[in-house]
């Protein structure tokens, strides 16, 4: 079975999202979208992960968390650095 990337979209933004309305989870869920991101950066660089057709549609919800995580400095999920 294929593992595809649209359906954990939501979940990225909500971890967003709830970071921001409670900040003492950061540290956990920092460390757990880091990973996740790694992950999805190395599937995409082999090609896995998208599948055609309405999945697709989802794949903006990943650009609107990696904009978040990028910009807020409250969450911090990447350093100057990077």
Not at 7 to 21: I, K, N, P
Not at 43 to 49: H, R
Request: aromatic share 12%.
């Amino acid at each position: 079975m294929p593992c595809y990337l649209w359906a954990r979209y939501l979940f990225q933004l909500g971890a967003t999202q709830l970071v921001e309305a409670d900040p003492s989870r950061l540290n956990k869920t920092v460390t757990t979208m880091r990973s996740f991101f790694t992950l999805e950066n190395n599937m995409l660089s082999n090609g896995t992960g998208l599948e055609d057709g309405w999945g697709a549609i989802r794949r903006q919800e990943l650009t609107i968390s990696l904009q978040c995580c990028y910009r807020s400095p409250s969450l911090r999920f990447f350093s100057s650095s990077e």
